[in-house]
């Protein structure tokens, strides 16, 4: 079982930053892929990227790729989601998860069994 908790949301201008971070409990946090996805209002979640188990692979949605970089660190149980360059079209609630079987890397939410419960980004134009 994984409880996961997000935060560092708020608002920024288009152009800014923020880092979102996610603390899990559990002492199985190290064998987990995690993910974030985000979800815009009236749109389907969407995957934004994910990072392996022992941080040494992250893939990246294309809307994200080169300007999100996703961290850990297993010592702290918490996982990074740093966001530069922001734009309006980010705007949406943030979402870590974990999947249901370790170590298994996917873009598919349906693939995640434990979620936080989301954080608001809003970036204004």
């Known amino acids: 079982q994984v409880q996961l908790v997000e935060s560092g949301g708020g608002l920024v201008q288009a152009g800014g930053s923020l880092r979102l971070s996610c603390a899990a409990s559990?002492?199985?946090?190290?064998?987990?892929?995690m993910g974030w996805f985000r979800q815009a209002p009236g749109k389907e979640r969407e995957f934004v990227g994910y990072?392996?188990?022992?941080?040494?692979?992250?893939a990246y949605a294309d809307s994200t790729k080169g300007r999100f970089t996703i961290s850990r660190d297993n010592a702290k149980n918490t996982v990074y989601l740093q966001m530069n360059s922001l734009r309006p079209e980010d705007t949406a609630v943030y979402y870590c998860?974990?999947?249901?079987?370790?170590?298994?890397?996917?873009?598919?939410?349906?693939?995640?069994?434990?979620w936080g419960q989301g954080t608001q980004v809003t970036v204004s134009s």
């Open positions: 998860a974990a999947p249901s079987a370790v170590f298994l890397m996917s873009r598919r939410d349906n693939d995640y069994a434990y």
């Open positions: 559990g002492r199985t946090f190290s064998v987990y892929t």
């Open positions: 990072i392996s188990n022992n941080g040494g692979m992250t």
